[in-house]
């Protein structure tokens, strides 16, 4: 098979996963698995785990093709800590992640860029799976843009808002506050906040 003909490039993976992972270095666990939620083509899964050599990476999408594109990613790098991509609606009441056993215990989840392109239930979703299947002490990173207190950060910000609004009413950028207290309701804690480039905001939560 020709895995350089599945794979998708999203080109502000290379922009923004430096800063990502400078973050991540400082708030995840010392090893353990680590579950990526919406991996979308698979590109920060593979820069990532070259940079982990103590833990695993567990990628997952709902998209097939996605899908595809991170196995494409995954033969290229060949590393053994980064482990096949799972199929994983934050929707669903029950993750396959939850049925399967795991050369290590997830410690952590990151979700990068999802809770604006998606429907709110999915944010939902995605706190709740994280009450399921983190330890305490367990770690929640999102990443994206964020409103805070209501009012955009940045008029980039808003017209990218407009513009999600526009291709599907049901997505938008959300209030920090919001996904904070989705989260509490869950067992999640804000941990905190740290501004990245581009307006976007790193948000830290810790299962309680
Ligand atoms: C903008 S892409 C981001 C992909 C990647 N994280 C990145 O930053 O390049 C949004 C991703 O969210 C995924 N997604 C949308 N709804 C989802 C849901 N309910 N559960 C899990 N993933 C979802 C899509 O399949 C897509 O891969």
């Given at each position: 098979?020709?895995?350089?003909?599945?794979?998708?490039?999203?080109?502000?993976?290379?922009?923004?996963?430096?800063?990502?992972?400078?973050?991540?270095?400082?708030?995840?666990?010392?090893?353990?698995?680590?579950?990526?939620?919406?991996?979308g083509s698979g590109q920060h899964a593979a820069y990532f785990i070259s940079h982990l050599p103590n833990h695993y990476w567990l990628p997952s999408d709902p998209d097939p093709e996605n899908r595809n594109s991170i196995s494409a990613w995954w033969w290229d790098i060949q590393l053994n800590n980064i482990l096949p991509p799972l199929d994983i609606n934050t929707r669903d009441d029950v993750w396959p992640v939850e049925n399967i056993s795991l050369p290590l215990p997830v410690a952590a989840m990151v979700c990068i860029n999802m809770i604006h392109i998606s429907p709110w239930p999915s944010t939902i979703g995605l706190m709740k799976g994280a009450a399921r299947i983190l330890p305490p002490g367990g770690i929640l990173y999102l990443y994206g843009p964020y409103k805070t207190g209501g009012q955009h950060t940045a008029p980039g910000n808003e017209l990218f808002d407009i513009n999600l609004r526009s291709r599907n009413p049901e997505w938008g950028l959300r209030d920090v506050e919001a996904v904070a207290d989705i989260a509490g309701v869950h067992g999640l804690n804000l941990v905190k906040t740290v501004n990245m480039p581009a307006n976007n905001l790193s948000v830290i939560f810790e299962k309680e």
């Open positions: 098979m020709n895995k350089l003909a599945q794979k998708k490039y999203a080109p502000s993976t290379e922009r923004n996963r430096e800063p990502i992972l400078n973050v991540l270095t400082g708030c995840l666990p010392d090893h353990g698995t680590i579950l990526e939620i919406a991996s």
